[in-house]
């Protein structure tokens, strides 16, 4: 069997052979409404009982096209027959300025819940995008000047006087070149890449409270007796301890 909490409010209803019947617009403890339209000349009372399946978030009903148009018909009161009650059931009209004179009569009980509806606030959270921070490194070119030390060769001539009477030994008289090579160090210079420091990004997550304000609606019930001129209201405030009872 189905609960209240399995039916919602503007989902289809049809019947076991697939007719749409209307969509749900208000629920009770035990039935909910349809709202009237082409196949229900007014709102139409069903109990959770009669429910055969809910599927793809419409409900199927355990009557036909045929039975509902034979229990829908109206008395002289302006009640709806339920289905599967096989008795009367008082519909509840979505226009509140109509006349309810009838309504209370074959009712076993002395009283009618009317539900009254308000919206809350559902607040949910999700992660965008808020900034960012661009690091952007440039290539700085400069002239650097190093000291190194070099040596090179260099060359002295130095004429030195000897005893005339020393023999010359293979003296070949000859013309002739003597070459002396002199070495010289030169710099070459290389470059190579080192780690010079290290610029650190980081990140850490703050909490801060923000207020969100939206608007929302509720329903008010206002009371008016049939020969009074003044309305009573059920409406009280959040802090009004009194019970909400006319």
Known sequence: MFQRN?????MTVRSIDGEKLGRVFSLGD???HIEKGLFFPKDYLVRYADISDIRDG???????RESLLRLSGEDKYGTTAGLGTGAATTGLRADAS?????TWEGRSTDEVAIPVHKEELDVTKREVQAGEVRIHKDVVEEVKTVSVPVRRERVSVE????????PAMNASLQEETVVVPLRAEEVDVHK???LDEEVVIRKDAIEEE???AESVRHEEVDIRTSGEDETRSLNLGPDDPTPRRS
């Open 159 to 166: 004429r030195r006087d000897i005893n005339p009477d020393r």
């Open 6 to 10: 399995q039916v919602m409010e503007g």
């Open 192 to 194: 190579r890449a080192v």
């Open 58 to 64: 419409e409900i199927i009903l355990m009557h036909g």
């Open 30 to 32: 035990d039935a909910f």
């Open 98 to 102: 109509a006349s309810t004179a009838g």
């Open 210 to 212: 923000r207020r969100v």
